[in-house]
């Protein structure tokens, strides 16, 4: 039986600077991300943006690894490929770009379907798609890079630049801030360290974290611009009471006060009756704390807040803003400490 001969290859030299550039923007783009990905706050995205919601995704962290490490290491694997010449090496670049089309398409028809575009991912999207193309086309076409070997210095130097400027840049550049905690910040005493606080008071952890707190808070309270947000959690039944006696205790200026008591208290003493009770034992005016936890304003406020918490993005409590750092979950002293220190220095 008779053969079929397999096509001569060729060099061409267009698909290879095609493929080169795509890479370089791919490499770039991905970087860029990582770079976010591996900050607790973004320094290229905005974190109330399309970015911040596909982050927020399952798709983010596959098996707990950032999505764009994935994708730099696959791009990479895809443009080191296709730099030699040969039916094999050709093979490969085919074969690993066509993987990385289809997961593309897959992260585009995700953006798709929740209504949210990051526009990084959107260019790193689609130039993995037209990579693909071009492999699978020279790979049926027996197509070659250009046998040069300064061709291939340039572009594996290409690919390097484009993979370690951005993540040098994104370790060196200040965080961008959701709008809501950049407000917060815009309010602080000049020379104050901006400490934004989103609490349940029937939160297990946000107690936990309060009583780690609070210490650390006293020793630095003339460096320091303290915010606490309200997000009553619907599934704590007296979170909500709580949140309305502690709005109502600032207005009398006993806010910090009455937030100690209701951390240190029992669950069932967060009722609206254990609330007043302990308004009544700080000092604070029966008549008026009445009168503002009935007023639909307090409800107003807690909803405002809880609207703050979405806008930064929040994914569960506690969650703690110190200066441009964002910290979730229940903390340790430590943790908390060096927090504060940093963002002290940092002014």
């Known amino acids: 039986m008779a053969r079929m001969s397999t096509p001569p290859r060729v060099a061409k030299a267009w698909p290879f600077w095609v493929s080169s550039a795509l890479s370089v923007i791919a490499l770039a783009a991905s970087s860029i991300l990582l770079a976010d990905y591996l900050r607790p706050s973004p320094v290229f995205c905005r974190p109330d943006g399309g970015c911040g919601v596909v982050r927020q995704t399952v798709w983010a962290f596959p098996l707990g690894i950032p999505m764009p490490l994935i994708g730099v290491i696959g791009i990479f694997s895809v443009a080191i490929a296709g730099l030699w010449p040969g039916r094999r090496a050709g093979l490969v670049r085919a074969a690993l770009a066509t993987v990385g089309a289809l997961v593309a398409l897959g992260l585009l028809g995700v953006q798709v379907a929740l209504g949210s575009v990051c526009p990084y991912c ?14 699978l086309a020279a790979a049926v076409g027996g197509w070659d890079p250009p046998a040069s070997k300064q061709r291939r210095g340039l572009a594996l130097t290409a690919f ?19 709008a809501v905690i950049a407000q917060e910040m815009g309010k602080a005493p000049r020379g104050r360290v901006t400490v934004v606080d989103f609490v349940d008071f029937q939160c297990p952890f946000c107690r936990a974290t309060h009583e780690a707190l609070a210490p650390i808070l006293a020793e630095r309270r ?5 915010v606490r947000k309200h997000v009553p959690l619907p599934n704590h039944r007296f979170a909500w009471h709580a949140a309305r006696a ?37 000092g ?11 007023d639909a304003a307090t409800d107003a406020r807690i909803r405002a807040d809880i609207q703050a918490f979405r806008a ?12 441009d750092k964002v910290l979730e979950g229940a903390q340790q002293p430590e943790a908390l400490r060096a927090a504060l220190d940093e963002a002290i220095r940092a002014l």
């Open 222 to 226: 003339g460096q320091l611009h303290v």
């Open 122 to 135: 959107v260019v790193v999207d689609v130039s993995v798609v037209v990579l693909g193309a071009l492999a």
């Open 246 to 282: 502690a709005c109502c205790a600032e207005q009398q200026g006993k806010s910090d006060e009455l937030a100690e008591a209701l951390f240190s208290a029992t669950f069932d003493e967060l009722s609206p009756e254990g609330c007043e009770r302990m308004a009544a034992s700080l």
């Open 284 to 294: 604070l005016d029966t008549g008026r704390f009445r009168a503002c936890v009935s």
């Open 160 to 178: 390097a630049l484009a993979t370690a400027v951005p993540l040098v840049i994104g370790a060196l550049r200040k965080p961008m801030l959701p």
């Open 312 to 323: 930064a993005k929040g994914r569960g409590l506690p969650t703690l803003w110190i200066g």
